[in-house]
Nanobody, 130 residues
Framework: QVTLVESGGGSVQAGGSLRLSCVAS????????MGWFRQLPAKAREGVAV????????RYADAVKGRFTISKDSAENTLYLQMNSLKPEDTAMYFC???????????????????????WGQGTQVTVSS
C-alpha cells in the first residue's frame, strides 16, 4: 500500500508564494501518476497539476498555468507544488493523490480529472487573503 502525507499549507497574502510537499511511503514503485487537487467546502474537487511518474510529463489546470509548478524528488519520494502569484481564488484544501493501478493511462481518461486516483493524502489548507 501507499501512504501520502502533505505539508506546507498556510495563510499568505495575494501575490505571495507557498510550496506544498507530499511524501509518499510504502509501495511507491507502484505509482503511475501523482497529482495535486483542491476543494472548497460544498464544491467539487478540481485538478490542479499532475505528473507522470514514468516520464515526468506534467499537466496543469488553466487557472494555475504559469503560476504553479509541480515537481518531484524521486530520491526523497516527495512531490512538490510550488505556488507563486497566489490569488484569493486559490484558497482551498489541497490534496495529494496517487494512481497506483495505471488508470491514468487508459484511453479517454484525463489525469486531471481525479477519478483514477486511488490513494489520497489528508489535505493541507491554503488560504490567500486579498
Amino acid at each position: 500500500q501507499v501512504t501520502l502525507v502533505e505539508s506546507g499549507g498556510g495563510s499568505v497574502q495575494a501575490g505571495g508564494s507557498l510550496r506544498l510537499s507530499c511524501v509518499a511511503s510504502g509501495a511507491t514503485d507502484r505509482i503511475y501518476y501523482m497529482g495535486w487537487f483542491r476543494q472548497l467546502p460544498a464544491k467539487a474537487r478540481e485538478g490542479v497539476a499532475v505528473l507522470d511518474d514514468d516520464n515526468n510529463r506534467t499537466r496543469y489546470a488553466d487557472a494555475v498555468k504559469g503560476r504553479f509548478t509541480i515537481s518531484k524528488d524521486s530520491a526523497e519520494n516527495t512531490l512538490y507544488l510550488q505556488m507563486n502569484s497566489l490569488k484569493p481564488e486559490d484558497t482551498a484544501m489541497y490534496f495529494c493523490a496517487a494512481d497506483i493501478y495505471g488508470g491514468s493511462y487508459s484511453q479517454g481518461v484525463d489525469p486531471l480529472g481525479g477519478a483514477v486516483y486511488n490513494v489520497w493524502g489528508q489535505g493541507t489548507q491554503v488560504t490567500v487573503s486579498s
